[in-house]
């Protein structure tokens, strides 16, 4: 069974610096994490899969980075020069099957980002 818990959502001025911390269990092969904007459909933000292969979304390249613990059990967001529009719900997902990164079928909860202009 797999579980994934999100934390470190906040508010910060545009500009400003965020870290979101997913802890995992189970066994996976594919983490990203998607994001859902007031008004907006669900995207994706960035894939990493067991191979350490990595997939940014156009709109974070350069901004975010993701990262894992040597044990992987904790996912990470760090999220720079933020910019109002990245304003959303960011949750964490995952699947033990590659081939579901972009559908995954395990969630977090979600934790909320709000970068103010």
């Known amino acids: 069974q797999v579980q994934l818990a999100e934390s470190g959502g906040g508010s910060v001025q545009a500009g400003g610096s965020l870290r979101l911390s997913c802890a995992v269990s189970?066994?996976?092969?594919?983490m990203s994490w998607f994001r859902q904007g007031p008004g907006k459909e669900r995207e994706g933000v960035v894939f990493?899969?067991?191979?350490?292969?990595?997939t940014y979304a156009d709109s974070v390249k350069g901004r975010f980075t993701i990262s894992q613990d040597d044990a992987r059990n904790t996912l990470y967001l760090q999220m720079n020069s933020l910019k109002p529009e990245d304003t959303a719900m960011y949750y964490c997902?995952?699947?033990?099957?590659?081939?579901?990164?972009?559908?995954?079928?395990?969630w977090g909860q979600g934790t909320q980002v709000t970068v103010s202009s």
């Open positions: 997902a995952a699947d033990p099957n590659w081939n579901r990164c972009m559908q995954p079928r395990y």
């Open positions: 189970g066994e996976i092969s594919c």
């Open positions: 990493i899969k067991s191979d350490g292969a990595i």
